[in-house]
T-cell receptor, first 114, second 113 residues
Framework: GENVEQHPSTLSVQEGDSAVIKCTYS??????FPWYKQELGKGPQLIID?????GEKKDQRIAVTLNKTAKHFSLHITETQPEDSAVYFC?????????????FGRGTQLTVWP | NAGVTQTPKFQVLKTGQSMTLQCAQD?????MYWYRQDPGMGLRLIYY???????DKGEVPNGYNVSRLNKREFSLRLESAAPSQTSVYFC????????????FGPGTRLTVL
């Protein structure tokens, strides 16, 4: 099956700085790459996603880039705010996956200091 | 419109006890999933269900059983709980195979002593 690796496991930044989280995947047929944010005591929530036919996608302060050749994708958060503090998960969906099954990375704990 | 609900929110069991975690959705979605989340391990799929009456194993199915009796509910059963099953359990659903976003419930925190 698909193997998704995520780095770093923890990330601390000053408010206003940028944060970057990186993920690699193993299955070249994977075609969908979402990012989830999990706040303390809650379930994960989708914040942005990208399909394999797109190289970059942006939504206000959040952007995701995809390099299919290198099989890696990244989450970029600009002008970070304390409310961005959470655990972030990347995921990949293999092209041959049934039922939209996702394979998740191990998560990144982002802390934004005021 | 509650979305995805999970009960109970917290549970403590002794080794060998059994229990059922309940998940219900009011989103009329077809596919449902059970994940477990452990520190540093991300989200690992236990079982999933494409539709009422069908279930399939995920990455870590051992020690669990599931039941999808109707479109709305997907339950996860631990027949004989073990300390290794101490975890946070999340239920999720997807509208259908052509959709992408998975909607997660708030989770059940289970401790097995």
């Amino acid at each position: 099956g698909e193997n998704v690796e995520q780095h770093p496991s923890t990330l601390s930044v000053q408010e206003g700085d940028s944060a970057v989280i990186k993920c690699t995947y193993s299955d070249s047929a994977s075609n969908y790459f979402p990012w989830y944010k999990q706040e303390l005591g809650k379930g994960p929530q989708l914040i942005i996603d990208i399909r394999s036919n797109v190289g970059e996608k942006k939504d206000q302060r959040i952007a995701v880039t995809l390099n299919k050749t290198a099989k890696h994708f990244s989450l970029h958060i600009t002008e970070t705010q304390p409310e961005d503090s959470a655990v972030y998960f990347c995921a990949a969906r293999p092209g041959r996956s049934t039922l939209g099954r996702l394979y998740f990375g191990r998560g990144t704990q982002l802390t934004v200091w005021p | 419109n509650a979305g995805v609900t999970q009960t109970p929110k917290f549970q403590v069991l002794k080794t060998g006890q059994s229990m059922t975690l309940q998940c219900a959705q009011d989103m009329n979605h077809n596919s449902m999933y059970w994940y477990r989340q452990d520190p540093g391990m991300g989200l690992r799929l236990i079982y999933y269900s494409a539709s009422e009456g069908t279930t399939d194993k995920g990455e870590v199915p051992n020690g669990y059983n599931v039941s999808r009796l109707n479109k709305r509910e997907f339950s996860l059963r631990l027949e004989s709980a073990a300390p290794s099953q101490t975890s946070v359990y999340f239920c999720a659903n997807v509208p259908g195979i052509s959709y992408n976003e998975q909607f997660f419930g708030p989770g059940t925190r289970l401790t097995v002593l």
